[in-house]
């Protein structure tokens, strides 16, 4: 259920597919981590790097 979810998620974002299905699990974790934190940032009007 999870790789269905970040795969949706990689592809409404502009992610083409067959890249998505190459990815490692934990490459697909990274990305989630990543895309957690920019989300957070911008929800927070976008906390300053550092």
Same mark, same amino acid.
């Given at each position: 259920? /999870?790789?269905r979810y970040a795969r949706s998620m990689? /592809?409404?974002?502009?992610?083409?597919?067959? +890249?998505?299905?190459? *990815?490692?699990?934990?490459? /697909?974790?990274?990305? @989630?981590? /990543?895309?957690? +934190? *920019?989300?957070?940032?911008?929800? @927070?009007?976008?906390?300053?790097?550092?």
């Open positions: 259920m /999870i790789y990689y /592809i409404d974002r502009g992610g083409d597919p067959r +890249v998505f299905d190459e *990815l490692s699990w934990g490459e /697909i974790e990274d990305w @989630l981590a /990543i895309h957690d +934190v *920019l989300e957070a940032r911008q929800s @927070l009007g976008g906390l300053p790097e550092g």
